[in-house]
Nanobody, 131 residues
Protein backbone atom coordinates (compact mmCIF):
# COMPACT_ATOMS: atom_id res chain seq x y z
CA UNK A 1 0.00 0.00 0.00
CA UNK A 2 1.41 3.36 -1.04
CA UNK A 3 1.70 5.87 1.75
CA UNK A 4 3.07 9.40 1.86
CA UNK A 5 3.61 10.91 5.29
CA UNK A 6 4.49 14.56 5.71
CA UNK A 7 6.19 15.94 8.80
CA UNK A 8 8.00 19.05 9.96
CA UNK A 9 5.13 21.49 10.06
CA UNK A 10 4.32 23.63 13.06
CA UNK A 11 4.22 27.16 14.37
CA UNK A 12 6.72 29.73 13.19
CA UNK A 13 7.22 33.45 13.26
CA UNK A 14 7.73 35.58 10.19
CA UNK A 15 11.32 35.23 9.04
CA UNK A 16 11.77 31.78 10.55
CA UNK A 17 12.64 28.59 8.70
CA UNK A 18 11.01 25.18 8.64
CA UNK A 19 11.91 21.98 6.83
CA UNK A 20 9.15 19.69 5.68
CA UNK A 21 9.71 16.01 4.90
CA UNK A 22 7.61 13.54 3.00
CA UNK A 23 8.42 9.89 3.57
CA UNK A 24 7.12 7.48 0.96
CA UNK A 25 6.51 3.80 1.54
CA UNK A 26 4.95 0.92 -0.30
CA UNK A 27 6.65 1.78 -3.57
CA UNK A 28 9.82 3.46 -4.72
CA UNK A 29 9.26 6.79 -6.44
CA UNK A 30 12.74 7.35 -7.79
CA UNK A 31 11.36 7.36 -11.33
CA UNK A 32 8.60 9.89 -10.70
CA UNK A 33 8.59 13.62 -10.25
CA UNK A 34 7.31 14.82 -6.91
CA UNK A 35 5.86 18.08 -5.69
CA UNK A 36 4.57 20.13 -2.81
CA UNK A 37 1.20 21.84 -2.83
CA UNK A 38 -0.47 23.89 -0.13
CA UNK A 39 -3.96 24.91 0.83
CA UNK A 40 -4.53 27.95 2.98
CA UNK A 41 -7.67 28.71 4.99
CA UNK A 42 -10.54 29.29 2.59
CA UNK A 43 -8.32 28.88 -0.44
CA UNK A 44 -7.90 26.34 -3.20
CA UNK A 45 -4.97 23.98 -3.26
CA UNK A 46 -2.04 25.64 -5.01
CA UNK A 47 1.24 24.48 -6.45
CA UNK A 48 4.37 25.28 -4.44
CA UNK A 49 7.31 23.41 -5.98
CA UNK A 50 8.17 20.34 -8.03
CA UNK A 51 11.29 18.29 -8.65
CA UNK A 52 12.05 15.96 -11.52
CA UNK A 53 12.47 12.22 -11.04
CA UNK A 54 16.26 12.52 -11.17
CA UNK A 55 16.40 15.68 -9.11
CA UNK A 56 18.04 17.79 -11.77
CA UNK A 57 15.02 19.93 -12.53
CA UNK A 58 13.04 22.06 -10.12
CA UNK A 59 10.17 24.48 -10.55
CA UNK A 60 8.72 26.95 -8.06
CA UNK A 61 5.68 29.12 -7.71
CA UNK A 62 6.58 32.79 -7.96
CA UNK A 63 5.34 33.32 -4.41
CA UNK A 64 8.05 31.07 -2.94
CA UNK A 65 10.87 31.42 -5.44
CA UNK A 66 14.12 32.36 -3.71
CA UNK A 67 12.78 31.37 -0.28
CA UNK A 68 11.85 27.68 -0.62
CA UNK A 69 14.01 24.82 -1.87
CA UNK A 70 12.69 21.43 -2.91
CA UNK A 71 14.96 18.40 -2.83
CA UNK A 72 14.76 14.64 -2.72
CA UNK A 73 16.75 11.69 -1.48
CA UNK A 74 15.84 8.75 -3.67
CA UNK A 75 17.82 6.35 -1.51
CA UNK A 76 15.53 7.23 1.39
CA UNK A 77 12.42 7.63 -0.75
CA UNK A 78 11.95 11.03 0.87
CA UNK A 79 11.03 14.47 -0.41
CA UNK A 80 11.94 17.72 1.36
CA UNK A 81 10.91 21.34 1.34
CA UNK A 82 13.23 23.83 3.01
CA UNK A 83 11.24 26.96 3.76
CA UNK A 84 13.16 30.10 4.68
CA UNK A 85 12.05 33.67 5.34
CA UNK A 86 8.56 32.49 6.13
CA UNK A 87 5.68 34.93 5.77
CA UNK A 88 2.20 34.88 7.30
CA UNK A 89 0.80 34.22 3.82
CA UNK A 90 2.69 30.89 3.82
CA UNK A 91 0.24 29.64 6.43
CA UNK A 92 -1.39 26.53 4.98
CA UNK A 93 -1.61 22.78 5.03
CA UNK A 94 1.26 21.43 2.94
CA UNK A 95 0.87 18.27 0.89
CA UNK A 96 3.38 16.17 -0.99
CA UNK A 97 2.37 14.41 -4.18
CA UNK A 98 3.77 11.92 -6.68
CA UNK A 99 3.54 12.38 -10.43
CA UNK A 100 1.34 9.99 -12.39
CA UNK A 101 3.78 9.81 -15.32
CA UNK A 102 6.88 7.62 -15.36
CA UNK A 103 10.08 9.65 -15.92
CA UNK A 104 8.26 12.75 -17.10
CA UNK A 105 10.34 14.81 -19.52
CA UNK A 106 11.44 18.24 -18.39
CA UNK A 107 9.86 19.64 -21.55
CA UNK A 108 6.52 18.64 -20.07
CA UNK A 109 7.27 19.92 -16.60
CA UNK A 110 4.75 22.78 -16.75
CA UNK A 111 1.97 20.21 -16.45
CA UNK A 112 3.02 19.54 -12.88
CA UNK A 113 1.33 22.73 -11.79
CA UNK A 114 -1.98 20.88 -12.11
CA UNK A 115 -3.14 18.74 -9.15
CA UNK A 116 -4.74 16.21 -11.49
CA UNK A 117 -1.27 15.20 -12.77
CA UNK A 118 -0.55 13.42 -9.48
CA UNK A 119 -1.29 9.83 -8.56
CA UNK A 120 -0.66 9.89 -4.82
CA UNK A 121 -1.07 12.45 -2.07
CA UNK A 122 -0.08 12.68 1.56
CA UNK A 123 -2.41 13.74 4.35
CA UNK A 124 -0.73 17.09 4.85
CA UNK A 125 1.18 18.90 7.56
CA UNK A 126 0.08 22.23 8.95
CA UNK A 127 2.29 25.31 8.85
CA UNK A 128 1.25 28.43 10.71
CA UNK A 129 3.30 31.61 10.44
CA UNK A 130 2.60 34.52 12.74
CA UNK A 131 3.63 38.10 12.11
Amino acid sequence: QVQLVESGGGLAQAGDSLRLSCAASGQTFRNYAMAWFRQGPGKEREFVAAISWGGAGTYYADSVKGRFTISRDNAKNTLYLQMNSLKPEDTADYYCAVDNRYKRSLTNFYALLRPNEYAYWGQGTQVTVSS
